[in-house]
């Protein structure tokens, strides 16, 4: 099943709600910007890849709400007013804005709304098709990586359900195992919002791949007692000084640096960012009750507040190499830049 995709026969976006794993696997069916836009920020469809396609896919659901538009200059006003909303729904995944400009580049310059609408479709469905293609160019390209029987660390989810289907980190493990080898993954349980436990955890059960989930905080007791032959974590933007991912990343790649245990990041080429630097990229910051509440109960007093960033920035310095469907990049990374073709973000 895909996480994400058009379903021709409804003329509707489908995806998986990420937010109701592992209990329930229920798909959201809509042909609503609005509503795209709410499940974003909500993370029922979340990871970089998967945002970008989300926001191709929202600039299709634009041209066709606006079918009755003039064409010209109020059909493209309306759309990128849209798209512009899209956009500002998480800040930190290049993806997100590069998805949504690819297809308002293919798109607008069309004559008829209908023509747009159609361009649109065409090109958020060529996304999500190389989504597949360049993850399984990632796994095959990591695979080499890793010994023939290890334990990977990994944090958050960069899986099929951060992606389309196979996945960047996760997509990496998976190539490893259909390699023949012998992977087991200890999955950090990503607090606050659990994409570890509940994603990561889910994936890799379902395909049978050993996984245990622990504590984020038990990570580098665990590299102490050398219990982690390498950790690979996926990335939402990646500058020519720092990747950025989730929360809780960087803590892992300290510790990895310090017990000299190899630091991968898997990524598609699109989640570079070579115009910014760390300094310019804006770290979202979420809500209280995220902290403050579970389920129904209350898990800090009222009035105190919180600081809760959903991603951090890791120093190029402390990645031993990015793993892309470009190929391996390493220590100093200025082969990265040369390679570059992307739209901008
Ligand atoms: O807040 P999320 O769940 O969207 O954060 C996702 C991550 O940090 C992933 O590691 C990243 O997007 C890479 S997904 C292949």
């Given amino acids: 099943m895909r996480t994400i995709t058009w379903n021709t026969e409804a003329q509707c976006l489908t995806y998986i709600d990420q937010t109701r794993l592992p209990a329930e696997l229920v798909t959201v069916e809509t042909q609503s910007v609005t509503r795209l836009a709410d499940g974003i920020r909500r993370l029922e469809v979340r990871g970089a890849p998967a945002l970008g396609i989300a926001g191709g896919y929202g600039v299709a659901l634009s041209c066709f709400s606006h079918q009755n538009e003039k064409a010209g200059q109020a059909f493209c006003h309306a759309v990128e007013t849209d798209a512009a909303f899209l956009r500002a729904t998480r800040p930190t995944a290049v993806n997100l804005g590069w998805g949504i400009n690819r297809v308002l580049q293919t798109a607008l310059p069309e004559e008829t709304p209908e023509a747009a609408f159609d361009a649109a479709l065409r090109e958020a469905q060529a996304i999500e098709e190389e ?47 259909e390699a023949g080898k012998n992977i087991s993954v200890l999955s950090c349980e990503t ?86 630097t760390e300094a310019d990229i804006t770290i979202e910051e979420r809500a209280r009750n995220e902290l403050a509440i579970c389920g129904d109960r209350q898990l800090m007093p009222d009035g105190v507040d919180v600081v809760n960033p959903a991603f951090d920035a890791t120093p190029l310095s402390l990645v031993t190499a990015i793993i892309t469907d470009k190929g391996i990049f390493r220590q100093p990374y200025s082969e990265l830049a040369k390679q570059d073709e992307r739209v901008e973000p």
């Fill in 131 to 177: 989504d597949i293609a360049l993850c399984h160019r990632i796994g095959a390209n990591g695979a080499t990586l890793l010994p023939d029987t290890c334990t990977v660390l990994t944090h958050c989810n960069a899986g099929a359900l951060a992606c389309v289907e196979w996945g960047t980190a996760l997509g990496v493990i998976r190539s490893a195992v």
């Fill in 191 to 276: 607090r606050p919002l659990n994409q570890g436990s509940r994603l990561t955890a889910y994936e890799l059960q379902a395909d049978g791949i050993p996984v245990k989930t622990i504590p984020d905080s038990a990570a580098a007791h665990l590299m102490r007692r050398g219990m982690i032959d390498a950790v690979i974590v996926g990335a939402d933007r990646i500058t020519p000084d720092a990747v950025f991912n989730k929360i809780g990343t960087y803590m892992h790649a300290v510790c990895a640096d310090h017990h000299k245990i190899p630091f991968y990041v898997a990524a598609p080429y699109s989640t570079l960012d070579l115009s910014q």
